[in-house]
């Protein structure tokens, strides 16, 4: 089975940065969707940004501007370089990926923007 690793989370002041990285156990093969998402306390899970197959990457409204969704194929990673951080960006951010029979998720990884 596949295993989804996140890290680079922490507490970060508003305006700073941090660069999330999700590393696959081994290569995933078949996939449709790669991506991350968030969740806030007391809020629906919800995507922050993806890519599909064919397709260029997805920004919620939200983010755009400042985060940015990047892979390295050859490493097994997926990045989301995120800058100019605010407080509503507080959440446990996850790593996705989608394939033809299997959906993958991280276990999380706390960003905390707060002065």
């Known amino acids: 089975q596949v295993q989804l690793v996140e890290s680079g989370g922490g507490l970060v002041q508003p305006g700073g940065s941090l660069r999330l990285s999700c590393v696959a156990s081994r290569n995933i093969f078949n996939i449709y969707a790669m991506g991350w998402y968030r969740q806030a306390p007391g809020k629906q899970r919800e995507l922050v940004a993806d890519?599909?197959?064919?397709?260029?990457?997805n920004y919620a409204d939200s983010v755009k501007g400042r985060f940015t969704l990047s892979r390295d194929n050859a490493k097994n990673t997926m990045y989301l370089q995120m800058n100019s951080l605010k407080p509503e960006d507080t959440a446990v951010y996850y790593c996705?990926?989608?394939?033809?029979?299997?959906?993958?998720w991280g276990q999380g990884t706390q960003v905390t923007v707060s002065s």
């Open positions: 996705n990926v989608r394939t033809d029979f299997y959906d993958y």
């Open positions: 890519i599909t197959s064919g397709s260029s990457t």
